[in-house]
């Protein structure tokens, strides 16, 4: 058996951002999850191996189910994993569940975060461990898999039935994994249609709550007394907690930090928590990416109307006022929205962004490049620093990215053609080159 090693050069400037044609068929390619009747890719990253773990929502003639599919490098199902290339499950016998996040542990086991559908209305933060074929790695939780149960119902969340999922933070999933094997998730709870909090919580590396996080295991992040939602969470390297997501209504952006045991972090921005408008609008942050030197990038929208939004701010929460002053920036594409799903840092610095274009036909997948600074990167997509892309004939909407080994942009979502179905497309990226200016 010989063993072939191709060298990928990377893609010149012109061609950054376009979708590269080497990859499954012509840039593209559907997950299939056996015997499902629709899916949605919610989340992606790579194994050791540089393979493709793909988490999603899959539709069954039994209702939702969690998904977890894994590709080889080139868009094709391995299928040496779990039945036919995926796993379909729930987490607990008889009820619905989606999955949003995959992270994959030091070991090879794959860690699964999504939610469990406790009835119609209803949600649950969840967890499953794989092993490296797809098997329930049966030490954590129960034969594998965890529903995370707070006192006092408090990780009881509330069901997003839109068609497509989009309430922000009505079914929040991120969760990161500390050097010690301890795993943080943020949820949201909802007392009632009026009253929402933001949930931080941290499990041992069984899936047990820890109680050495804030003495209860979990954490309520709530500022000003005002309705709070989460989206996501970034782990530090000095091992505090960033959590992002939206405060009030009309909606606020906000940042919170935390140290490793729990407490809030009052040296970060005022008291320990930031929020901000988009030029007098509403906004929400989705995603948070840290650079080297600890600066904070957020990214979500505005609404009303609804645009792409960036914001840079120092380590200490304060606004970087050399990047646009300060403030967001807002970022137009289409005639009917858009928004910020997900971000990946590269290593020189720059981060990646992806998400969608909003109204029906017009949906698409969008994928930007951001310099270190926090401007767009001119030298990516045309000369816009972004690029957009219509897979299907209806609702195109990314919602994770990560970057493959030769630099290639891989960005997982889902497509409307009928039923939604799981999508991951490849782009050619190439060096970025910045100036001082």
């Not at 015997?35 to 209702?63: E, F, H, W, Y």
């Not at 942050?285 to 792409?308: A, E, K, T, W, Y």
Request: glycine share 12%; hydrophobic share 35%.
């Amino acid at each position: 058996m010989s063993i072939q090693s191709v060298y990928k050069f990377p893609a010149p400037l012109d061609t950054a951002g376009k979708l590269d044609t080497s990859f499954a068929t012509h840039g593209k390619t559907q997950v299939y999850f056996a015997g499902s009747t629709s899916s949605m890719a919610n989340g992606i990253t790579l194994d050791s191996q540089g393979r493709l773990l793909v988490a999603a929502k899959v539709g069954t003639p039994g209702g939702s189910r969690f998904g977890l599919a894994r590709l080889l490098e080139d868009g094709s199902a391995d299928l040496q994993f779990g039945y036919q290339g995926s796993v379909i499950g729930q987490f607990e016998s008889g009820f619905e569940a989606m999955a949003g996040k995959v992270h994959v542990l030091p070991d090879g086991n794959i860690l699964l975060a999504g939610l469990h559908y406790e009835n119609a209305h209803r949600t649950l933060p969840a967890l499953a461990l794989f092993d490296q074929q797809g098997r329930p790695a049966r030490h954590f939780g129960d034969n594998g898999r965890c529903v995370v149960r707070l006192p006092g119902n408090l990780s009881h969340g509330v069901r997003d039935a839109w068609l497509p999922p989009g309430v922000p933070g009505a079914e929040a999933c991120d969760i990161a994994v500390q050097e010690d094997g301890r795993i943080l998730l943020v949820a949201n709870h909802h007392f009632e249609l009026a009253d929402h909090t933001g949930m931080l919580i941290r499990l041992k590396p069984d899936g047990k709550l820890d109680p050495t996080f804030n003495g209860r295991g979990f954490v309520m992040v709530r500022h000003l007394l005002l309705n709070t939602w989460l989206s996501t969470l970034r782990l530090q390297s000095d091992g505090r907690i960033l959590v992002g997501g939206s405060i009030n209504l009309p909606e606020e952006g906000l940042l919170a930090r935390y140290h490793t045991d729990g407490r809030l972090d009052v040296s970060f921005a005022v008291d320990g928590f930031m929020s901000f408008t988009a030029q007098g609008q509403s906004a929400q942050v989705s995603q948070i990416v840290q650079q080297d030197n600890g600066d904070v990038l957020c990214f979500g929208s505005s609404r009303n109307p609804m645009h792409c939004l960036a914001l840079k701010v120092h380590s200490n929460g304060r606004p970087d006022h050399h990047c646009h002053s300060g403030q967001p920036r807002l970022l137009e594409i289409g005639n009917t929205g858009c928004q910020w799903t997900a971000a990946q840092t590269q290593a020189d610095g720059s981060i990646l962004t992806v998400g969608a274009t909003i109204g029906g036909v017009e949906a698409d997948f969008i994928l930007g490049r951001y310099r270190p600074d926090g401007q767009l990167d001119r030298n990516f997509g045309d000369g816009n620093g972004w690029v957009r892309t219509r897979l299907g004939r209806s609702l195109d909407t990314a919602t994770s990215v990560a970057v493959q080994a030769d630099g290639s942009v891989v960005v997982a979502g889902y497509s409307l053609d009928g039923n939604y179905k799981a999508v991951v497309a490849r782009y050619l990226n190439s060096p970025t080159y910045f100036s001082c200016t």
